[in-house]
């Protein structure tokens, strides 16, 4: 007996056939909570396209040229990071150049909003290169552990296990090698409630009156089901790029109502990941707006270190196959790499003699060219694998050794961070650091060609240019800047 006869379907018209096609593809999300890599049209993860990223931010791409002037300034080649662009983007950095040349200080700044016990390789790297940033310039430096916003922005954290996540990674980043009498590390909820948050709250007061709920909404995409407390936190991440919001630090009190406008006054150079870019540019837009305005923070923007699974991955705390962990073991680091990175060689080993691997899309490889410091080594790897003459087995091998060596240095530093080194790091005092040791001397106004105008005593009580001197320079700085800027946009 025949069965019931199907329903009829009727065929997809054009539209609705460009629809469901188009459903499936969808453009890349970045916002500090979550990012998403672009899909094509079949669903297919993208990598994520950077260029695209700072042209919809209006962020400046790092060039030749400016890595050029940074290597003439301070004397020290850029770090393989900046060589291979993977800090790829900037916001003022010739700025603080400037500032660095005329033996100004700058306050360096960046954080990390704790949810983990442990961080992993991805997290380091912001880290890795804000000490490299320190050593470089010589600069006071404040690291945030935003304890607060993780409990915010994740409904199942409580308070004290982001805490402690807080505490563990405090401890991690000690581990980096920072110097402990030039940086101060807080934790949010403990440096909130002490005496020494005076004028830090009073800027985020003064901030949160400055910025609406539209804009908050704006940079972040929130909407009317977001917590308050989410909503507010922005005002809070934005004045810790104000020195004045840490006068202990430059040896002044906290005990006085009004804050130093001297300090308010100083530049902040912020290293992080560019998904962290939203915040800044809320205070970016704001930040002359205070009583005792501020400058807007110079930012320099890293890529993501893709996950291990490949292009358009961000390593997740959530997924423990996505990462390499500062705390994993040597087998654990053979093993992920070995059945979880993504290859950029052929199905077999035969099509790979002929046809030849790539290398760009390659997870071990991309590992490689973050930690492997050799230039020549690199490229010899890549043209190797691209022939076909390196295989992925023998990537995967190198990368294994590499990521081996750099996690169990760092494990042997992490074991001697003493709870005492770590309340030292964390106790509110006043640090101490040298500046530029060969500021350019610029004339002063109304002296006469050739002589040096009157000097004035900086922050951190070492000479620095007087007050029309300073400004001249600036303008002057500003001027060379633009011309640059054209001639970069001509080339």
Not at 45 to 57: E, M, N, P, Q, V
Not at 88 to 114: A, K, M, Q, V
Not at 402 to 413: D, E, L, N, P, S
Not at 456 to 475: F, H, L, T
Request: proline share 4%; aromatic share 10%.
């Amino acid at each position: 007996m025949a069965g019931p006869e199907p329903p009829s379907v009727a065929p997809l018209s054009l539209a609705e056939s460009a629809t469901d096609t188009a459903s499936k593809a969808h453009e890349q999300e970045i916002n500090p909570w979550d990012v998403q890599a672009a899909t094509d049209e079949q669903g297919n993860t993208l990598a994520f396209d950077y260029a695209a990223i700072s042209a919809k931010w209006n962020t400046s791409l790092i060039n030749s040229t400016l890595l050029e002037r940074f290597e003439r300034v301070t004397g020290r080649k850029p770090h393989r990071w900046l060589r291979r662009g993977l800090f790829f983007s900037h916001r003022d950095l010739d700025r603080i150049l400037d500032i660095y040349e005329r033996g100004e200080t700058f306050l360096l700044y960046t954080g990390r909003g704790p949810s983990s016990g442990s961080m992993h390789i991805g997290h380091a790297i912001p880290f890795e290169f804000t000490k490299y940033m320190q050593d470089v310039f010589d600069v006071p430096l404040v690291i945030m552990l935003t304890d607060d916003e993780k409990f915010l922005f994740k409904e199942k954290l409580t308070q004290p296990e982001v805490y402690q996540f807080a505490r563990d990674n405090a401890k991690d980043i000690i581990s980096i090698g920072f110097d402990v009498k030039k940086t101060f590390i807080y934790i949010d909820s403990e440096f909130f409630t002490s005496g020494y948050n005076r004028h830090f709250s009073l800027n985020a007061t003064e901030f949160e009156k400055l910025i609406t709920n539209n804009q908050v909404r704006g940079a972040f995409g929130f909407d009317g089901s977001t917590n308050v407390g989410s909503n507010a936190f922005a005002a809070k991440q934005c004045v810790a790029a104000f020195a004045s919001s840490y006068p202990f630090i430059f040896g002044e009190q906290c005990t006085s109502y009004h804050r130093s406008k001297k300090l308010a006054a100083m530049a902040c150079l912020i290293p992080c990941a560019i998904d962290q870019d939203p915040y800044f540019r809320l205070v970016r837009e704001n930040c002359s707006r205070m009583d005792q305005p501020s400058p807007k923070p110079a930012l320099i923007h890293s890529k993501f270190l893709t996950s291990l699974q490949g292009a358009g991955g961000k390593m997740s705390a959530s997924n423990p196959n996505s990462a390499i962990y500062l705390s994993d073991t040597e087998k654990q680091i053979k093993n992920k790499i070995n059945k979880h990175a993504f290859s950029g060689g052929q199905e077999t080993l035969e099509l790979h003699r002929e046809l030849g691997g790539n290398p760009d899309i390659d997870v071990a490889f991309q590992y490689l060219s973050y930690f492997e410091d050799d230039d020549d080594k690199l490229a010899t790897f890549a043209e190797q694998y691209r022939k076909g003459v390196m295989l992925t087995g023998d990537m995967k091998k190198e990368c294994v050794g590499m990521m081996t060596a750099y996690v169990q240095g760092f494990q042997a530093a992490r074991v001697k961070v003493t709870e005492e080194i770590l309340e030292e790091f964390m106790r509110p005092r006043k640090l101490e650091w040298r500046g530029n040791p060969n500021p350019t001397k610029k004339v002063g106004a109304g002296s006469g060609a050739g002589t040096v105008g009157e000097e004035a005593k900086g922050v951190d009580g070492e000479k620095g240019p007087s007050k029309n001197a300073a400004k001249k320079a600036a303008k002057l700085a500003e001027i060379e800047r633009k011309k640059r800027e054209k001639e970069a946009a001509k080339k």
